[in-house]
């Protein structure tokens, strides 16, 4: 064994974080560009040049989406089960929606037809705006506690509903996560475009940014406000993974704990806040490769500032605290962590280099003349 069961539970929840990152960095500016779409760009033309931004990366961009699901399906499978049997129906919803995304991107432009590109630019919208604000309404639930139960033989049962799902907090937490991709979005579209595409791209991104760090801080205050959760005992966390074998309690504010007894984890609520703010300067200095560097540790901050405050919870149970699910007991066998962990030394950074590679390969601005010039080779 590479390392101790503890070690590689910790390891594992440090990995799932990264690649829920990579995600939002990359396919996440996929779809805030999509979500842009019909806003920036006025006439066909314009639309097909902030479309072809990212039509050399957008599938490749998505294997950080479908990597996140294996490994939270391999490492975490009660997490996994809990997850999509309690959000069954959301994830359904984003499924159908991820299914317009490649339709829209190959078909769009197969035919002159003004109407048939229309359609598939709301395609477009409706497959990138459904996930993001899905997702973020999945992790505002998550905050709040999900009303499952687990027997004896820790099987899960979902008591929810979809429109439970729904809640206030979570439409805000769903919004924060709509906002922080469209201000990612419109720094890279400022980088990318030239012309009326990258000022107005310019002025939605630095709007995006600035509701979000109202609403991120409005979500901070709420956060404050809501029942947390603390374990009061548990097995040795080098012991077998066993949910129902922990004392839960909850108390309002505590998720906010982590932060007083680990005062370094403050840097990640900071850089979410830092990072849209300067970006929102640097992008009005016309310094988008700064401002697209800026957002990218935004998204770094909020995704590890939702981490640091549940940990080291993953799914808690607002039916029974006692059988919350966290990364120390949730987790697949010793064995099953070691060889995931070598598989990931190899592809990960092999994940890594060709998404590098194909960025450094295919960094230019995208004109409206290069469209023009390339109609059938182009999105």
């Given at each position: 064994?590479?390392?101790?069961?503890?070690?590689?539970?910790?390891?594992?929840?440090?990995?799932?974080?990264?690649?829920?990152?990579?995600?939002?960095?990359?396919?996440?500016?996929?779809?805030?560009?999509?979500?842009?779409?019909?806003?920036?760009?006025?006439?066909?033309?314009?639309?097909?040049t902030v479309i072809n931004t990212i039509g050399a990366h957008w599938d490749g961009n998505q294997v950080w989406f479908i990597t996140a699901g294996g490994a939270l399906f391999a490492a975490w499978p009660m997490?996994?089960?809990?997850?999509?049997?309690?959000?069954?129906?959301?994830?359904?919803?984003?499924?159908?929606?991820?299914?317009?995304?490649?339709?829209?991107?190959?078909?769009?432009?197969?035919?002159?037809?003004?109407?048939?590109?229309?359609?598939?630019?709301?395609?477009?919208?409706?497959?990138?705006?459904?996930?993001?604000?899905?997702?973020?309404?999945?992790?505002?639930?998550?905050?709040?506690?999900?009303?499952?139960?687990?027997?004896?033989?820790?099987?899960?049962?979902?008591?929810?509903?979809?429109?439970?799902?729904?809640?206030?907090?979570?439409?805000?937490?769903?919004?924060?996560?709509?906002?922080?991709?469209?201000?990612?979005?419109?720094?890279?579209?400022?980088?990318?475009?030239?012309?009326?595409?990258?000022?107005?791209?310019?002025?939605?991104?630095?709007?995006?940014?600035?509701?979000?760090?109202?609403?991120?801080?409005?979500?901070?205050?709420?956060?404050?406000?809501?029942?947390?959760?603390?374990?009061?005992?548990?097995?040795?966390?080098?012991?077998?993974?066993?949910?129902?074998?922990?004392?839960?309690?909850?108390?309002s504010g505590a998720w906010l704990d982590n932060y007083s007894k680990m005062p370094l984890t403050i840097i990640f609520p900071v850089l979410a806040f830092a990072g849209a703010i300067i970006a929102v300067v640097?992008?009005?200095?016309?310094?988008?490769?700064?401002?697209?560097?800026?957002?990218?540790?935004?998204?770094?901050?909020?995704?590890?500032?939702?981490?640091?405050?549940?940990?080291?919870?993953?799914?808690?149970?607002?039916?029974?605290?006692?059988?919350?699910?966290?990364?120390?007991?949730?987790?697949?066998?010793?064995?099953?962590?070691?060889?995931?962990?070598?598989?990931?030394?190899?592809?990960?950074?092999?994940?890594?280099?060709?998404?590098?590679?194909?960025?450094?390969?295919?960094?230019?601005?995208?004109?409206?003349?290069?469209?023009?010039?390339?109609?059938?080779?182009?999105?």
């Amino acid at each position: 064994m590479i390392f101790d069961y503890e070690t590689l539970k910790f390891i594992w929840w440090l990995l799932i974080g990264v690649l829920l990152i990579g995600f939002a960095i990359t396919d996440g500016m996929d779809m805030g560009v999509a979500i842009l779409l019909r806003l920036v760009g006025k006439t066909d033309l314009e639309r097909r040049t902030v479309i072809n931004t990212i039509g050399a990366h957008w599938d490749g961009n998505q294997v950080w989406f479908i990597t996140a699901g294996g490994a939270l399906f391999a490492a975490w499978p009660m997490v996994y089960a809990a997850a999509f049997s309690g959000f069954y129906f959301a994830m359904l919803l984003v499924l159908f929606a991820l299914f317009l995304r490649p339709l829209a991107f190959d078909y769009r432009s197969k035919l002159e037809s003004a109407q048939w590109r229309n359609n598939w630019d709301w395609a477009l919208l409706v497959g990138s705006i459904v996930p993001a604000l899905v997702f973020g309404v999945a992790f505002g639930n998550v905050l709040q506690g999900v009303p499952f139960d687990m027997d004896n033989l820790m099987r899960v049962t979902y008591q929810g509903s979809f429109f439970g799902l729904l809640n206030p907090f979570a439409l805000v937490a769903g919004l924060v996560s709509v906002l922080m991709l469209v201000g990612h979005a419109g720094m890279w579209l400022q980088l990318r475009t030239d012309a009326e595409v990258a000022s107005r791209a310019a002025q939605y991104g630095r709007y995006a940014l600035s509701v979000f760090v109202i609403l991120f801080a409005g979500a901070g205050l709420w956060v404050a406000n809501l029942d947390g959760y603390q374990i009061i005992s548990m097995p040795d966390t080098q012991s077998y993974a066993n949910p129902l074998a922990k004392v839960v309690t909850t108390s309002s504010g505590a998720w906010l704990d982590n932060y007083s007894k680990m005062p370094l984890t403050i840097i990640f609520p900071v850089l979410a806040f830092a990072g849209a703010i300067i970006a929102v300067v640097l992008s009005k200095l016309n310094k988008p490769a700064l401002g697209l560097v800026s957002t990218s540790l935004m998204l770094i901050g909020v995704i590890m500032t939702a981490g640091a405050a549940m940990f080291p919870f993953v799914m808690p149970s607002s039916n029974n605290p006692n059988i919350s699910l966290t990364m120390w007991d949730a987790v697949s066998s010793h064995m099953t962590l070691n060889v995931m962990f070598i598989a990931a030394l190899i592809f990960v950074p092999i994940i890594l280099t060709y998404t590098t590679w194909c960025y450094v390969k295919m960094w230019r601005k995208v004109t409206q003349d290069e469209i023009q010039n390339n109609t059938h080779g182009s999105y």
